[in-house]
């Protein structure tokens, strides 16, 4: 089991929320959500009841048709469950719970009961066609859960100083050196290939096979794809999914929607992204018109480019359709030797480090002057009163006309520039140049 960054959270809502309000634990399918509710039930509460919605009896779900009488459903739990419930000491875990809306509404009248707390974890919960008929409890308090961050696979690793010190050596600005800097990129591009994903993670530490790994990526995004299919019947989602990566090699300013979906585009499937968005299965970058301190507020909803949620499984979904053997991503990336056309995993990996700090993902593209081509700064990040444009490249770069058009023309709004490489950290004018593994601390 797992170190998780989010067992914190549920400690701190135990304690300041003391029954008032339910957690709702969102995310995609295969992250932990389950898995860290379970211990935290059995660490933290002297019994506790999961009831997992995606095979529960239809007897037990038929309980949350009419809960007038409460004393009656804590009685048939109890007896369901062999578990005695505990006043204030006992916790009740609905797993998967987008799967009943009606035990979700019930969130509601058992928050208010107060005789116990509540978990709910759920997948793809945002989705309207899971939610229109019933009232969302306003007792419920939310958090995100996403794939396994870089510290948290150190973790994993049996490591627990690395983070800590190369984030002191961000704050000083103190360069690692090249030999270390290269052992610290090879851990840093391991964990690109592996990913996040705590069975993927695992299935490396048991196993130190590769291939056993793309296995079990494989199993999880066929069963994002089933799920999609669940949602968009005509295949819709499931092919802007699929997509991603073509869509990143291209190096295109956005997700080019017709060229997945004939005689589409982006202001036609508006509500097709929401929900893709909300399944937690990716992530949306869109693009900032004009650049400035409160990004949300000038966005262009039609133009955006997607990621992955978790790296490790961008690395499958790129290769699905060819045998784990032809796949060479993983001895290149290993031993550094990436292609130009495959930097779009180092976009990746910045983009799910920012989103696992909680940064929203924007970007900002212009032309060039008496060029058929565009400037990109491939992520803004807000500081404070200022922005910072961050600039990512895969291979050893030579220029970065991106920042530097960029600070020409939006001086008085930056603060700091940043460009994300594969080299030790150090200065380049006003520009910070940072190594990949420290992309989380910008």
Sequence with gaps: MFSRKIYNVLLDWKTQSNGRTALLIEGARRVGKSTVAEEFAQKEYRSHILIDFAEVPRDVRALFDDISDLNYLFLQLQLRYATKLFERDSLIIFDEVQLCPPARQAIKKLVKDGRYDYIETGSLISIRKNTRNILIPSEEQRVQMRPMDYEEFTWARGDTSTIPLLHEAFNSRTPSGDQLNRKLMRDFRLYMLVGGMPQAVDAYLQTNNLMDVDTVKRTIIDLYEKDLHKISPSGTLSMLFDAIPAQLAKKSSRYQVSTVLANHRAKDILEEIAQLRDSKTVLAAYHADDPNVGLSSNIGLEKFKLYL??????????????????????????????????????????????????????????????????????????????????????????????????????????????????????????????????????
């Excluded at 995993?345 to 032309?367: C, D, M």
């Design 309 to 442: 949620a978790d790296t490790g499984l961008f690395v499958t979904l790129a290769f699905k359709d060819a045998a784990f053997t032809d796949n060479t991503i993983y001895t290149k990336l290993l031993s550094d030797q990436l292609s130009a056309n495959l930097g779009m995993l180092y976009e990746n990996i910045v983009a799910q480090e920012l989103t696992s700090r909680g940064k929203r993902l924007f970007y900002h593209t212009w032309p060039k002057d008496g060029a058929n081509r565009n400037y990109e700064i491939d992520f803004i990040v807000s500081d404070g009163k200022k922005i910072c444009p961050v600039e990512v490249k895969s291979s050893n770069y030579r220029t970065h006309a991106s920042l530097d058009a960029f600070a020409a023309k939006f001086h008085s709004r930056i603060d700091k520039q940043y460009l994300v490489h594969a080299k030790d950290l150090r200065k380049d004018g006003a520009i910070t140049c940072v190594p990949a593994y420290m992309a989380s601390f910008l």
